[in-house]
C-alpha cells in the first residue's frame, strides 16, 4: 500500500510540474484577460499542490553514514574531461600548447 501512494506522489508531482511547465506557454496566447487569470489560477493552484506533495513525504534520514554519499571523482579524470573539449579554454590567453596551435592556424586560414 506504501509503495502504491508513493507511485502516485510521484506520479503526481510529474503531472503538475508539466502543468507548471506549460503554464508560460499558456499565459503567453491567452487571448483574454479572464483566460489569463484562470491559467494564472491554475498556476498557482499546481505549484500549492506540488509544494504539499513534497512537503507529505517524509523527509531524508539524516542520521545516513558518511559512506553513503557520492564517490569523488579523482582530479586525474576531471582534468581528462577538461582535455576532451576544445573550447574549455576559449575565453584564456593561455591554455594547452596544442589548442595555442590550432587557434592560430584558424586565424591565419585565408577567408
Do not use: N, Q
Request: proline fraction near 8%.
Amino acid at each position: 500500500m506504501e509503495a502504491l501512494k508513493e507511485r502516485l506522489s510521484r506520479i503526481g508531482e510529474t503531472g503538475l510540474g508539466i502543468v507548471l511547465a506549460v503554464v508560460p506557454i499558456a499565459l503567453w496566447v491567452a487571448w483574454t484577460p479572464l483566460v489569463w487569470a484562470v491559467v494564472v489560477a491554475v498556476g498557482f493552484v499546481a505549484a500549492a499542490l506540488l509544494i504539499a506533495l513534497d512537503h507529505r513525504r517524509p523527509a531524508e534520514d539524516a542520521s545516513a553514514s558518511p559512506g553513503d554519499a557520492a564517490p569523488t571523482l579523482p582530479d586525474t579524470f576531471v582534468a581528462t574531461v577538461h582535455e576532451l573539449f576544445p573550447l574549455t579554454y576559449h575565453h584564456s590567453r593561455e591554455g594547452p600548447r596544442r589548442f595555442r596551435s590550432a587557434m592560430e592556424k584558424l586565424r591565419r586560414a585565408p577567408d
